[in-house]
């Protein structure tokens, strides 16, 4: 069934449809050129660390040393992502080492249609992202409940991170993104100014999300073993430093 | 009265969101965000969690207008946004090297919503890239034994969307 555009128009009447529209006009991107998302084009993995996905019991960060970071058998010294046109093609990294419990995260194998955006394009040096690790190890530190801390850019791409159990954190990171928004929208809607934080609270833990900057977001996961005034402080924190680091 | 609930899909850059603001009667609540990843060649901001606006139809039915992420990664959230939905606008982006294969991702992912509701495909940018035409999503359609209204539309043109909601409500009449 092909139906022409003009037969059914104004079967049902919408209120504007009988006056003449004054349409504002929002410009749509254009480009002269068909848009291609480089199905072909792989770059590396965001730079993110899964250490002791194997102990879900462990009770302090397993250590990531920059020599870890920079193993140069993961081909990770590239661990940022600056995407271009003819970036090289790296194979899928899966990197697990012996005894040291991390590993490279690679993005969830459940695409069966792969037009997905995953090349980020923030980048960050070595040494930014070394900085920025050993904050989020002080942040777990000084927070003996949290099992999990996460940095990932606002639109749900999990860019470094460090968790004690085995949780999907790449669809952390997405949802996470799709919360924060949704704060960020709700306080809006209510006439209320900056959203500072995103709070779940469960009954056996709580998830807390905040921005670090306009295009980074930090995701906290802790048991009840921290209080919720901790987590919010240190968090804050952790957020403050990783912006001036990240910027 | 209960509002009637749509749910625009398509791949980021389709124009779900111009769609939506094009024809909602307040500024309709966004999440975007700024993209780091490949799309930021396209588009500065993508969906990440939802897109609402409203229409009042002369009876005074009011339609709401959600608008889900274009990335699959937010398929929970598409999951969430068709709760309750009556119908599915699919727009599909003409410039994207692929057509098809998104337009087959979306019926494919929303197949049991749309065996429930009904849906309509609105093709946009078709005037800057005018391959593959509307006879041939219409072909392509066919083959995958699917029958849907397919326009082409400019997202930005109310008239063209309206008429996309039009088309969704008779189809959900006659069905």
Redesign the interface.
Known sequence: ???K?GK??????????NQE?S?????????DK??????D?HTEQPAVIDSAIADSKATEPVAINSENLLEPSTEIEEKTVE?EEKATVADPLEVEATNTEFKMATPEPT???E????????NYSKEQLAVSEEKLEEFMRVCPGAYGVLIS?????ELLYLVKRDIPV??IS??N???L??G??IAR?SSQKLCQFVILENSDGRVVSLRIN??LMLTCISSKDTNLGMLLSVGRNTAGDLMKILS | MKQIKFIFTGPPGAGKTTAIATISEFPPVSTDVFSTDSLSKLKDTTTVAMDFGQITLENGQKIGLYGTPGQRRFKFMWDILIQGGLGLIVLIDNRRPEPFKDLAMYLDNFSEFIEKTDAVIGITCIDIKDTPTLDDYQDFLKERGQIYPSFAIDARNKDDVLFLLNTLLTCLETS
């Not at chain 1, 068909?34 to 199905?39: A, S, V, Y």
């Not at chain 1, 037009?115 to 923030?122: A, P, Q, S, T, Y």
């Not at chain 1, 850019?153 to 791409?157: A, E, I, K, R």
Request: charged letters at 25%; glycine letters at 4%; a negative charge.
């Open positions: 069934m092909k139906i555009k059914l128009a104004a079967f049902f009447g919408f209120k504007s449809q529209e349409t504002e006009q929002k410009s749509l991107p254009v480009t068909p848009i291609d998302f480089g199905e084009i995407v695409m069966d249609y037009h997905e955006e995953e090349h980020l394009i923030v850019t606002v639109d749900g791409h790449h669809k997405t949802m993104s799709s919360l928004a949704l960020e929208s809607e306009d295009i």
